[in-house]
C-alpha cells in the first residue's frame, strides 16, 4: 500500500526506507527540494544518513497534495515544535479514518499537551492515532541492524495495522493501549540523556551516568503515572529500553547535546552546526510545567532547565542535587 510519510530528517528516511522493505510504497514529505531530488534520483538523503542507499520503493515530494494523495496511512516524523501546524496542514488531504502514526517526541509548549492530543484537536477521532516510539536509532534502522519498537494506540485495531505495517525480518513491531504513557516517556528520555551527556563531559563516570539513568526513570514514572498512563509502560520498550539506546549511544543527538554543553557548546552553535532539533532541552521546560500542574518532583528535569535556559553553572546545580534531602528509594 502507499504510505505517506510526513517529514525527511534522520528518523523519517529510516522509517520510509523500512516501509519500503516491508513491501510497501512510502511517500516522503520533504520541505526542502534538494532532498526531494536527492531521494528520487539517487536514493539517498543529501541532509541526513548521507551515506546510507534508501529503499528503492520510497519516493519523495515537497507538495502535500502529491505525497497524501490516495495514500492507505499516514506516517508524521517531525518536531515536536510543528506538530500542531502539521496536522493543520496535513487535515484537507487525509480522510476522517485514515490511520495516522505519530513517531515525533515531546509535549507542546503552549499547551502542556502531548502529540496524540493535538492531532485528536486538529483531526478527530482520536482511534484512529497511535504513538512509534522505542529504542530506534536511525542509523541503525536503516542499516537493517536488528531493532524493535512499540506502537501505542486506545484502538487495539490501530495499534495492530501499524504493527503489520512497519514489521520486518530486523524491524520488530509490539503493540500497547498506554498512548500516554508512551508518549510521556518518548519525551522525557531525552531530558535525561542531556543530563546523562553532561556527566560525560564533565569526566564523572559510568556511576554517576547510571545514577541519572535510574533516577531519571523514576521521575519518567512519577509523570507517567500522575498524566494517566501506565508506570509498568516504563519498564518497557518506550521506557527504559529508549532510555538506555539515548543515554548511551554515540547516535543520541540529546547525550551528544549535553556532553559538548558540558565543554561549552550553546545550544544554538550545535543547532547550527548538526541541523538537528535538540528536543530535550524543549522538553525539560514543557515537562516541568507539566509536573508543576500535577504536583509531581522532577529534579533532574528541573536542573537540566536550570541550565539549559536559565544560565545556572552546570556543576553547581549538579551539587544541589546531592544537596537535597535523603528520600526512599521508591516514593
Known amino acids: 500500500m ?47 544518513l548521507v551515506n546510507e542507499t534508501v529503499h528503492g520503493r520510497v519516493r519523495a515530494a515537497a507538495c502535500y497534495d502529491e505525497v497524501l494523495v490516495d495514500a492507505a496511512a499516514v506516517v508524521v516524523v517531525t518536531p515536536s515544535s510543528v506538530l500542531r ?44 492515532i497511535a504513538a512509534l516510539t522505542g529504542p530506534n536509532h536511525a542509523e541503525e534502522v536503516i542499516r537493517g541492524i536488528a531493532s524493535g ?50 556527566a560525560y563531559g564533565f569526566d564523572l563516570g559510568d556511576n554517576t551516568a547510571a545514577l541519572i539513568m535510574t533516577r531519571g526513570l523514576a521521575e519518567m514514572s512519577r509523570l507517567v503515572e500522575a498524566c494517566g498512563g501506565t508506570p509498568m509502560t516504563c519498564m518497557g520498550l518506550a521506557g527504559v529500553g529508549d532510555l538506555i539506546a539515548t543515554c548511551t549511544s554515540e547516535h543520541s543527538r540529546n547525550r551528544t547535546f549535553g556532553y559538548r ?37 522532577l529534579p533532574i528535569t528541573e536542573m537540566v532547565r536550570a541550565v539549559l535556559w536559565e544560565g545556572a553553572d552546570p556543576r553547581a546545580a549538579a551539587s544541589a542535587l546531592f544537596d537535597r534531602s535523603l528520600k526512599p528509594e521508591f516514593y
Open 149 to 198: 519498537t512499540v506502537i501505542a494506540a486506545e484502538n487495539p485495531d490501530t495499534a495492530r495495522f501499524f504493527q503489520e505495517l512497519f514489521a520486518t525480518e530486523a524491524f520488530r513491531t509490539y503493540v500497547s493501549d498506554d498512548i500516554v504513557g508512551a508518549e510521556v516517556c518518548a519525551a522525557f528520555k531525552n531530558v535525561i540523556a542531556i543530563a546523562v551527556g553532561a
Open 2 to 48: 502507499k504510505v505517506a510519510v510526513i517529514g525527511a530528517g534522520s528518523w523519517g528516511t529510516a522509517l520510509a526506507h523500512v516501509l519500503g522493505t516491508a513491501g510497501h510504497d512510502a511517500m516522503l514529505w520533504a520541505r526542502k527540494q534538494e532532498v526531494c531530488d536527492g531521494i528520487n534520483e539517487a536514493h539517498r538523503n543529501p541532509r541526513y
Open 85 to 128: 501546524q502539521v496536522a493543520c496542514d496535513i487535515a484537507p488531504y487525509i480522510a476522517a479514518d485514515t490511520p495516522i502514526a505519530i513517531c515525533s517526541k515531546g509535549v507542546e509548549a503552549r499547551t502542556g499537551k502531548l502529540p496524540v492530543e493535538i492531532f485528536e484537536d486538529e483531526l478527530g477521532n482520536r482511534a484512529r
Open 261 to 297: 554543553m558540558a565543554q561549552g557548546t550553546t545550544l544554538e552553535q550545535y543547532k547550527e552546526e548538526t541541523h538537528m532539533v535538540v528536543e530535550g532541552a524543549i522538553a525539560c521546560q514543557t515537562l516541568g510545567a507539566l509536573a508543576e500542574v500535577r504536583g509531581v518532583e
